[in-house]
C-alpha cells in the first residue's frame, strides 16, 4: 500500500516542436540554466503543526500541509510513531524531524518525494556541531527518477528489473503468473545489440526468425508473435502483402520485455507465444550527455550522441534527444546497409501527480540487401558455398522509413489510484527491388531460377490503450483492479510485381543483369503484378482483479471483450471482410507465498485469432482458438537485486492455418492455406538473471519445446513449428574485477540450440552453440572502452528460418569484432 498526497496548484504547461538538432541545443543550454537557478534558489520557510502519531499518517498530514507529493511503502513503516512537528522549517528539514530515529529518510524525485532507507552517517565533526538537528539527522538524498525506477532499468546496471510494465502498470515479476523475461539497457550495451532481431534471440525460449524481407517474425513456444506493445500499446506487424518487414533500432528503448504464453487480455486478438513490449528511454531529471563511437568487421562505423536534461529550473519539463547513425558492409559480397534514427522527447509535469510525455523517432534504413538466402541441393543436403555468396544482382535495392508519435498521460488520483493514457502513430514505407535466386540444385549446379521482385508497401498504424488502476481494502482482504480500454487501427496500400526466368546456375551467378525498377518487372511478357489494401480495426474492454484471499494466497482473475474488423481488398479486385463482435477471453491465476522470496503459481487463460489467410476456395479462414496452462515458481533473491523462474505450460489450440502444398501456387501464385486441426505445445522454462555475486551479472536461461499436430489430416505426429528447437540455452554474464582491478570488466556467454527441420519436415537444420566474449576498460569516470568479439570460434551454421530445399536457408554471421568508446561528462 503506498500513500502520496497531492497538492493543488500546477504549472503553466510549454509548447516544443521536436526538431532533434534544435532540441539538442536546447537541453544543453537548459541544462546550465537548470543548474544556474538550482544553485540560486534556498529553501522556503513554512510554519508547520503536526501532532504526534502513527509515522505514515504524519508524513501524509505534513505533505499535505507543504504542498508536495510524497510515495511512502505504508507497510514498512507499519507501527512507526512521529513526535510530530511544530514551527517553522523548510520543507527537507521538517522531513527530518518528523523521521527522527525511524531508520528512514527522504529522497528527492522529479515529481515529489520517496521514503528510502537513512544511510549510515559519520558522528558529526566540531565543525560540524553547529548544524541543526534536522541537518544531522537527514543527509542530502536525490534519487533520480525515483517515480520510474521501479520499472526503468537504464542507469542501473543491472541484468534484471524490480518492476516490469508490460502487464499494465508496474508489477514484480514474481506477481505475474506467467513466464516473463526483460532484456535491460545494461546487457543490450554490453553485448553491442542495437537490432530488434538480434535481441529476441538473446532472450529465454524466444526464436527470433529470419523472415522473407529484412525484418524478424518473433515467436514463441512455437507460435508468431505479431502484435508489439509500443509503451503499452498493441500495434500490428508483420502485416504485408510479402515478406516480413517489421524492424527496429534499439538505441531508442530503455528495455525489452517478453511475456510467454497467451496474452489475449493485453493485446486483443494475441499470440499464444506470448507479447513482446517495446519500452522507450525517457528524459531523465538530471543532466546527462554521452557520446558513442563504433567500429568493428566488414567496414561497421557507427557513432550516437544522447543528450537528457531538464529544460526549466524546478524540473517540471525535461527532454531529450538520440541521434544514432550506423554504416556497415557485410560477410556477404555487395550487401551493404546505412541507418540513421532520430529520437526527441518531453516529459512535462502538470502538476506533481500528473506527466505528459510526448516524443516522435524517425529511422530511415536502406541499402543493398540479399534475399531469401540460399538454396539446397534436391536432396537437401547443403551446397557449402561460401558465407559470402552473393545471390541477388548489382541493383539489388532497399529502404525502410518508419516515423513514430509517442503521446502519454499518466496521473496519480493518490496513492492508490491512477490513470494511464498512451497514444503510438506510426506511419511505415518499405520498398525494394531485388534478383533472387530459388529452387532446388542439381548437381551440376543448374536447376535455380533468378526472381526479379519489385515491392511498394505504405502502411499506417494507430492505436491508444488507457486504463485505471486501484487499490483498496473489501471484504476482508486488500484488493486491486484494473479496468481499461484500447482501440487499434491498420491501413496498408501494397504493391509488388515479380518474374521468373529459369536458367540460373548457382555456382555461375548473374549479377549484372538489366537494370530493373518495379514497373519494368510488371511490364515483362510473365511479369505479374499485385496491389491489395488491408483494412483492421480492432476494440477491446479488459480489466482484472487482483485478490489476497489469504495472507499468502492470491487470485488473479481477468479478461477482455474484443471487437475486430479485417477487410482484404485482393488483387483481382474482390474483397474478404473479416467481423468478431465482443468475442470474450477469460483468465484466471492463483499465487501463493511460499515465503517474502518465493511464490508457486498457476494460471490459465484462453486465446482468440482470427486469420486473414485464404483457403483454396479464396475464402477466408476461421478464427484460431486455444487454451494455455501454466504452472512454476519464482523467486525474487538478494533484496530483488536477483529474479528466478522455473515454470510447466501446455497449450492446446485448432484451426491453425498450414501452408496447402497440395493446391499449389492457386492463391494469386502463392500457397493457399487451410486450417491445421489440433496443435499441442508443452514444455519447460528456467531462468536467472541479476546480480548474482558481487560484481557478477548473470543472465541465463533454459527452455525445452516441443509443438505438435495433435490432430491433422496430413501431419498428425510431425512437428508443428519447424524453427522451434526443443532445446535452446540463452547465456551472457558480466563480471567487474575486485579490487585495484575494478575498471576492467570481461564478459562471455552463449546462445545454444538443437536443431529444428524444414518447412517440408524432409532434413534437419543442424543445432548449434555460438560463444560471445567482450572485455571492458573503465579508462577515466568520463571515458569507457569495450571490445566484443561474436562467434568467437568460428562457427558456420545456418539460422532458423522459412528453410526449404529452394530457399530461405541463412548463414549466421561469421567471427567479428566491435570496438566501442563512451564520452560521458560530468556536469
Known amino acids: 500500500m503506498y500513500a502520496q498526497v497531492v497538492p493543488v496548484s500546477s504549472p503553466n504547461p510549454l509548447r516544443t516542436r521536436l526538431r532533434p538538432l534544435a532540441l539538442a541545443a536546447m537541453l544543453l543550454a537548459g541544462a546550465g540554466l537548470h543548474a544556474q537557478a538550482v544553485a540560486q534558489t534556498a529553501p522556503a520557510t513554512a510554519s508547520y503543526s503536526i501532532p504526534a502519531g502513527p509515522l505514515a499518517g504524519a508524513l501524509n498530514r505534513y505533505a499535505q500541509q507543504a504542498g508536495v507529493?510524497?510515495?511512502?511503502?505504508?507497510?514498512?513503516?507499519?507501527?512507526?510513531?512521529?513526535?510530530?512537528?511544530?514551527?517553522?522549517?523548510?520543507?527537507?528539514?521538517?522531513?527530518?524531524?518528523?523521521?527522527?530515529?525511524?531508520?528512514?529518510?527522504?529522497?528527492?524525485?522529479s515529481t515529489g518525494y520517496v521514503?528510502?532507507?537513512?544511510?549510515?552517517?559519520?558522528?558529526?565533526?566540531?565543525?560540524?556541531?553547529?548544524?541543526?538537528?534536522?541537518?544531522?539527522?537527514m543527509p542530502s538524498i536525490t534519487i533520480v527518477g525515483q517515480a520510474e525506477q521501479g520499472a526503468t532499468t537504464e542507469g542501473s546496471g543491472s541484468y534484471t528489473a524490480r518492476k516490469i510494465t508490460i502487464g499494465k502498470g508496474e508489477q514484480a515479476m514474481k506477481d505475474i503468473p506467467q513466464s516473463v523475461s526483460v532484456l535491460t539497457r545494461q546487457r543490450l550495451d554490453d553485448q553491442g545489440i542495437t537490432d530488434l532481431s538480434v535481441a529476441v534471440n538473446n532472450v529465454t525460449g524466444v526464436v527470433g526468425v529470419h523472415g522473407v524481407g529484412p525484418g524478424v517474425v518473433i515467436t514463441a513456444r512455437?507460435?508468431?508473435?505479431?502484435?508489439?506493445?509500443?509503451?503499452?500499446?498493441?500495434?500490428?506487424?508483420?502485416?504485408?502483402?510479402?515478406?516480413?518487414?517489421?524492424?527496429?533500432?534499439?538505441?531508442?528503448?530503455?528495455?525489452?520485455?517478453?511475456?510467454?504464453?497467451?496474452a489475449g487480455m493485453l493485446v486483443g486478438t494475441g499470440s499464444p507465444g506470448g507479447s513482446v513490449s517495446l519500452v522507450r528511454k525517457r528524459p531523465g531529471a538530471t543532466r546527462s550527455v554521452s557520446l558513442t563511437a563504433r567500429a568493428g568487421s566488414w567496414d561497421h562505423y557507427g557513432a550516437q550522441l544522447d543528450v537528457s536534461s531538464p529544460l526549466t529550473a524546478d524540473g517540471s519539463l525535461r527532454g531529450r534527444v538520440i541521434v544514432d547513425?550506423?554504416?556497415?558492409?557485410s560477410f556477404i559480397d555487395q550487401v551493404w546497409s546505412k541507418n540513421r534514427t532520430l529520437y526527441a522527447a518531453l516529459d512535462y509535469d502538470l502538476g506533481p501527480a500528473t506527466t505528459l510525455g510526448l516524443a516522435i523517432s524517425n529511422v530511415n534504413v536502406h541499402g543493398r540487401p540479399t534475399f531469401i538466402g540460399l538454396p539446397r541441393y534436391e536432396d537437401g543436403s547443403a551446397l557449402n558455398l561460401p558465407r559470402s555468396t552473393f545471390t541477388g544482382a548489382d541493383w539489388n535495392r532497399s529502404e525502410a522509413k518508419q516515423t513514430n508519435v509517442y503521446l502519454d498521460l499518466e496521473h496519480h488520483f493518490n496513492s492508490q489510484w491512477s490513470l494511464k493514457a498512451?497514444?503510438?502513430?506510426?506511419?511505415?514505407?518499405?520498398?525494394?527491388?531485388?534478383?533472387?535466386?530459388?529452387?532446388?540444385?542439381?548437381?551440376?549446379?543448374?536447376?535455380?531460377?533468378?526472381?526479379?521482385?519489385?515491392?511498394?508497401?505504405?502502411?499506417?498504424?494507430r492505436g491508444i490503450d488507457t486504463y485505471v488502476r486501484g487499490k483498496f481494502d473489501g471484504l476482508g482482504m486488500a484488493q486491486e483492479v484494473l479496468v481499461g480500454a484500447s482501440y487499434v487501427t491498420l491501413a496498408s496500400d501494397d504493391r509488388y510485381a515479380r518474374v521468373w526466368e529459369s536458367g540460373a546456375n548457382v555456382f555461375n551467378i548473374k549479377h549484372h543483369r538489366p537494370w530493373q525498377d518495379i514497373d519494368s518487372i510488371a511490364a515483362r511478357p510473365m511479369g505479374v503484378t499485385s496491389n491489395s489494401t488491408y483494412e483492421i480495426r480492432q476494440k477491446g474492454l479488459y480489466g482484472s482483479w487482483n485478490g489476497q484471499l489469504t495472507g499468502k494466497l492470491k487470485a488473479v482473475l481477468g479478461g477482455?471483450?474484443?471487437?475486430?474488423?479485417?477487410?482484404?481488398?485482393?488483387?483481382?479486385?474482390?474483397?474478404?471482410?473479416?467481423?468478431?463482435?465482443?468475442?470474450?477471453?477469460p483468465s484466471a491465476g492463483l499465487i501463493y507465498a511460499l515465503d517474502p522470496q518465493w511464490s508457486a503459481y498457476a494460471s490459465y487463460?484462453?486465446?482468440?485469432?482470427?486469420?486473414?489467410?485464404?483457403?483454396?476456395?479464396?475464402?477466408?479462414?476461421?478464427?484460431?482458438?486455444?487454451?494455455?496452462?501454466?504452472?512454476?515458481?519464482?523467486?525474487?533473491?538478494?533484496?530483488?537485486?536477483?529474479?528466478?523462474?522455473?515454470?510447466?505450460?501446455?497449450?492446446?489450440?485448432k484451426n491453425r492455418a498450414v501452408t496447402d502444398y497440395a493446391a499449389d501456387l492457386a492463391c494469386d501464385g502463392q500457397y493457399c492455406s487451410r486450417a491445421s486441426g489440433k496443435v499441442r505445445s508443452q514444455g519447460l522454462e528456467a531462468e536467472v538473471s541479476g546480480e548474482v555475486a558481487r560484481g557478477l551479472q548473470l543472465s541465463a536461461g533454459y527452455a525445452y519445446t516441443t509443438?505438435?499436430?495433435?490432430?491433422?489430416?496430413?501431419?498428425?505426429?510431425?512437428?508443428?513449428?519447424?524453427?522451434?528447437?526443443?532445446?535452446?540455452?540463452?547465456?551472457?554474464?558480466?563480471?567487474?574485477?575486485?579490487?585495484?582491478?575494478?575498471?576492467?570488466?570481461?564478459?562471455?556467454?552463449?546462445?545454444?540450440?538443437?536443431?529444428?527441420?524444414?518447412?517440408?519436415?524432409?532434413?534437419?537444420?543442424?543445432?548449434?552453440?555460438?560463444?560471445?566474449?567482450?572485455?571492458?576498460?573503465?579508462?577515466?569516470?568520463?571515458?569507457?572502452?569495450?571490445?566484443?568479439?561474436?562467434?568467437?570460434?568460428?562457427?558456420?551454421?545456418?539460422?532458423?528460418?522459412?528453410?526449404?530445399?529452394?530457399?530461405?536457408?541463412?548463414?549466421?554471421?561469421?567471427?567479428?569484432?566491435?570496438f566501442t568508446v563512451k564520452y560521458t561528462p560530468k556536469w
Open 69 to 109: 507529493s510524497i510515495v511512502i511503502d505504508a507497510s514498512k513503516v507499519q507501527g512507526l510513531t512521529s513526535a510530530g512537528l511544530q514551527g517553522s522549517y523548510a520543507i527537507d528539514d521538517g522531513f527530518a524531524m518528523l523521521l527522527r530515529g525511524s531508520g528512514y529518510a527522504i529522497g528527492k524525485t
Open 115 to 137: 521514503l528510502v532507507a537513512a544511510p549510515a552517517v559519520a558522528a558529526p565533526t566540531a565543525a560540524a556541531s553547529s548544524a541543526s538537528a534536522a541537518e544531522r539527522t
Open 222 to 262: 512455437g507460435f508468431q508473435i505479431d502484435q508489439w506493445q509500443y509503451d503499452g500499446v498493441p500495434i500490428d506487424r508483420n502485416t504485408y502483402a510479402l515478406g516480413n518487414w517489421g524492424q527496429e533500432n534499439m538505441v531508442i528503448y530503455d528495455r525489452l520485455e517478453v511475456l510467454r504464453g497467451a
Open 325 to 329: 547513425e550506423d554504416d556497415t558492409h
Open 422 to 461: 498512451s497514444a503510438v502513430n506510426m506511419k511505415e514505407n518499405t520498398g525494394s527491388v531485388h534478383q533472387r535466386l530459388a529452387s532446388a540444385i542439381q548437381p551440376d549446379g543448374s536447376g535455380a531460377s533468378y526472381g526479379d521482385f519489385g515491392m511498394d508497401f505504405d502502411n499506417r498504424k
Open 560 to 585: 477482455r471483450f474484443s471487437w475486430y474488423d479485417f477487410l482484404y481488398a485482393t488483387p483481382k479486385g474482390s474483397e474478404e471482410q473479416l467481423n468478431a463482435t465482443a468475442k470474450f477471453t
Open 605 to 653: 487463460a484462453d486465446i482468440f485469432t482470427p486469420q486473414s489467410i485464404r483457403d483454396v476456395q479464396g475464402k477466408i479462414l476461421k478464427p484460431i482458438t486455444g487454451s494455455n496452462y501454466e504452472a512454476g515458481i519464482k523467486g525474487e533473491l538478494m533484496d530483488g537485486k536477483v529474479n528466478t523462474s522455473l515454470a510447466v505450460f501446455r497449450y492446446d489450440h
Open 707 to 818: 509443438t505438435t499436430y495433435l490432430n491433422d489430416p496430413d501431419n498428425q505426429g510431425k512437428v508443428f513449428s519447424t524453427w522451434t528447437p526443443k532445446h535452446m540455452l540463452r547465456l551472457w554474464s558480466s563480471y567487474t574485477l575486485p579490487g585495484d582491478w575494478d575498471k576492467f570488466s570481461v564478459g562471455a556467454g552463449t546462445s545454444l540450440q538443437s536443431h529444428t527441420v524444414d518447412t517440408e519436415r524432409t532434413f534437419k537444420v543442424a543445432g548449434f552453440s555460438i560463444w560471445n566474449a567482450r572485455l571492458g576498460w573503465q579508462a577515466t569516470p568520463q571515458v569507457a572502452l569495450s571490445l566484443n568479439v561474436n562467434n568467437v570460434f568460428d562457427k558456420r551454421y545456418i539460422i532458423p528460418s522459412y528453410n526449404t530445399t529452394g530457399s530461405n536457408n541463412y548463414y549466421g554471421d561469421p567471427r567479428n569484432v566491435q
